[in-house]
């Protein structure tokens, strides 16, 4: 009896493809190198001759039988270690399967059980009683469906398709919102702060309506009177300076859960000249203090230049116009740089070549504010629309080229869907919704850029590396670019085009922009932006006592294609090769690999920070808005070198900087070496069914002491100039 049909593990009947048998066995010989495709297609056939001979009338096999019998297949047929292989590869599907009913998303698009987590913890719907109710592709869907509306079935299927495909993803807000009567689909804000008690507490009160429908908020607090500065005449008073109001304003975010769900982010901005600049620098130095913000200092090129110089520096009381103090520039350089490389706080943000490339400077004035992870330099009220294109997904795999052709549809579809998004969404505040439309704003940016160097065998810390990111980045301007003119001409140009500087008609005032990819890097299950791979191994316990090892996929097809790591039979050389990867996270202490494939293969504390201000510059470069990159130190990094790095950002047109020194902090990441934990690891607790007291009390204790994630216990990650959870996608920047 021949078969037609067959039975999958969740009842259902499909057609039989001898065609797929083959490809897997084909997959199984390739691996260990046994065979080849033709002796695939001849056991294959063996198999499905033993299959049918053993059906009785009108019995539709299960495919659990057919692999049964290749099982059977290959070892009477000498393949000793592909039927291991093969069995093995059975036994972690059945783990993967099993996962997969614990964490109760049915999974229609082939997901992992990783991006599965990810997805049933962030962004698919869910009942009033916390029940999954809709799958991956209908999220897409949803998605796709709400974002095309007056546009066509074509665009919806073209929406549906990148994000299907994971070629390309909008930000959070945007797929946890969409299609739902929340509607506010927007990241992150920036509101003014004016001088004034009103002005302070009215900023207060808009910045609880963002973090309510899940935003995040940019603050400059530089027009505020400095500490001990008169408050009126009349009542004789002092006042108490930015930094005490920024308290006021981490209280309310403490009390405010970001959409209901999580604590809002914020970022908080003091301009080098202003009189309170040492409390800021200082104001996160206590573990606790001020910890819903990011905080930055706004730069200078004067101020710069008087550093290189050794000239005085001038504080100026921002109320009168009056210098308050003298001190030297270098002076208090050395103190910025010893409070970020002692704890990462603060960053920089670079406000000259920000404002050099801002179209509405002239009508509407110098941005002077950032959102909480400093990618999107806006003006106030204004707000980013994000998305990232997934670039790992843009190589040919035969070839080992870049896909020129599909990135170009890629870029032009995530111009097309951002853009929609800013029509769709709903804002929190009127006065966002009139800045918003009327400049139309978005921020397309990228993922996954590390793992597409390890496909085309580049390195990261490389000029080769280097010259490709600037191909690359430029590539996606000038395409989004003429998307946008295109967009102009039928839909028409921003409202304040006549105001701007733009030449072009453009439907957009702003366009590319590098921001954290966060959670959505993890659903798409390749490298954060433009960061490289934190860890080539790690554990992630998510559902499972034992957890879930993550090997990185190309270095996994390495490890398995190459040749160089079967040294034996048993696969004893291969096996050691991933446990020590595991341990130490990176191939550098290492033994056994080729120092070609070592030199492919980096990690991010493989490479010295001057390359990761290299590379972040090279994006820079081609990129409108700004840059979202940690620069990763050593714990043995000096004072001098982290000044040194700050420098050299400037220098090549960073619009900003944040420094990462390993064990600076108590919200420890992955950590890996010798003098770390023995694996690194994104622990998540033991079990996924906790009690409800079991769970508040883990979160509680996690957020008191900041050693881990405030959602789930598991290790925090620092990059992207930002914190993320590698256990159950949880990122403080909401990618």
């Not at 399967?97 to 082939?110: C, H, P, T």
Request: net charge positive; charged share 25%; with cysteine.
């Amino acid at each position: 009896m021949r078969i037609n049909k067959i039975v999958k593990r969740d009842g259902r009947m499909v057609p039989f493809e001898v065609g797929k048998l083959t490809g897997a066995i084909g997959k199984a010989g390739g691996q260990t190198g046994e065979f080849a495709i033709e002796e695939a297609k001849r056991l294959s056939e063996i198999t499905v001759a033993l299959v049918e001979k053993s059906l009785k009338k009108n019995e539709i096999p299960e495919v659990e039988r057919i692999q049964d019998i290749v099982e059977q297949v290959l070892m009477a047929a000498g393949h000793y270690k592909t039927a291991k292989a093969y069995i093995l590869y059975r036994q972690a599907r059945s783990e993967e399967r099993r996962v997969e009913r614990i964490i109760g998303v049915k999974d229609d698009l082939d997901l992992s059980p990783n991006q599965l987590k990810v997805l049933q913890s962030r962004y698919l719907l869910k009942d009033e009683e916390g029940r999954v109710i809709e799958t991956p592709s209908q999220l897409f869907r949803r998605v796709a469906k709400t974002l095309a509306k007056g546009e066509g079935k074509k665009v919806e299927d073209n929406f549906y398709e990148v994000m299907s495909r994971l070629e390309f993803l909008p930000a959070g807000r945007t797929l946890n919102n969409a299609g739902t009567p929340q509607s506010q689909l927007a990241n992150c804000f920036v509101l003014p702060v004016l001088d004034s008690i009103e002005g302070i507490f009215e900023s207060v009160k808009q910045m609880a309506l963002v973090h309510q429908t899940g935003g995040g908020t940019g603050f400059n607090f530089s027009k505020l009177r400095p500490k001990g500065d008169a408050v009126t005449k009349s009542s004789g008073g002092f006042a108490t300076g930015p930094v005490s109001f920024m308290k006021v304003f981490d209280i309310a975010t403490r009390q405010v859960m970001q959409g209901g769900k999580k604590r809002g982010a914020n970022m908080g901005i003091l301009n080098v000249d202003h009189p309170d600049i040492l409390e800021f620098i200082t104001c996160k130095s206590e573990t606790g203090e001020i910890e819903n913000f990011n905080i930055s200092v706004g730069i200078t090129d004067k101020f710069m230049k008087a550093v290189e110089r050794d000239d005085n520096w001038e504080l100026i009381n921002p109320r009168t116009g009056k210098i308050v103090q003298t001190l030297r520039a270098r002076s208090l350089m050395s103190q910025l740089v010893a409070h970020a490389w002692r704890n990462g706080d603060p960053g920089l943000v670079f406000l000259d070549p920000i404002n050099r490339n801002n179209p509405l400077l002239k009508k509407y004035g110098r941005i002077e504010a950032t959102n909480p992870c400093g990618e999107q330099p806006l003006h106030p009220f204004d707000a980013c629309n994000l998305g990232s294109i997934n670039l790992a997904k843009m190589v040919i795999p035969t070839q080992s080229k870049i896909d020129w052709e599909r990135l170009e549809w890629v870029v032009r579809t995530g111009v097309q869907m951002l853009d929609k998004v800013i029509d769709v969404c709903k804002y929190p505040l009127p006065q966002i919704t009139e800045t918003v439309r009327a400049n139309r704003r978005i921020g397309l940016g990228v993922m996954g850029w590390a793992d597409m160097l390890y496909q085309l065998r580049t390195a990261y810390d490389s000029t080769k590396g280097i010259k490709l990111a600037e191909k690359v980045a430029k590539f996606i301007q000038v395409t989004s670019w003429s998307e946008s003119e295109k967009l102009a001409k039928r839909k028409g140009e921003f409202p304040r085009w006549k105001e701007s500087g733009l030449k072009m008609k453009a439907r957009n005032v702003a366009i590319t922009t590098i921001a954290p990819t966060g959670s959505i890097s993890m659903l798409a299950d390749t490298s954060s932006g433009i960061e490289p791979v934190f860890a080539l191994a790690y554990t992630k316990n998510v559902v499972t006592e034992a957890g879930l090892r993550y090997i990185n996929k190309y270095f996994e097809k390495e490890l398995a294609e190459s040749g160089w790591a079967d040294g034996d039979a048993e696969h004893k050389v291969r096996d050691r090769i991933i446990r020590e990867v595991a341990n130490w996270g990176s191939l550098a202490k290492v033994s056994g690999v080729p120092e070609e494939v070592k030199g492919v293969y980096r990690t991010a504390h493989d490479i010295a920070p001057v390359w990761h201000v290299k590379m972040q510059a090279a994006w820079q470069k081609y990129t409108d808005n700004a840059v979202s990159k940690t620069i990763n130190f050593p714990q043995s990094a000096t004072i001098e070198e982290v000044e040194s790095a700050y420098m050299m950002a400037w220098k090549m047109g960073c619009k900003g900087m944040t420094i990462y020194r390993d064990g600076s902090r108590e919200t420890q990441i992955l950590s890996i070496g010798s003098d770390r934990p023995a694996f690194a690891e994104a622990t998540v607790g033991k079990q996924i069914i906790q009690s409800k007291i079991r769970t508040e009390t883990l979160k509680e204790r996690s957020q008191k002491l900041k050693l881990s994630c405030p959602e789930c216990g598991g290790r925090l990650a620092v990059e992207e100039g930002c914190s993320k959870c590698y256990g159950c996608g949880y990122s403080v920047c909401n990618g």
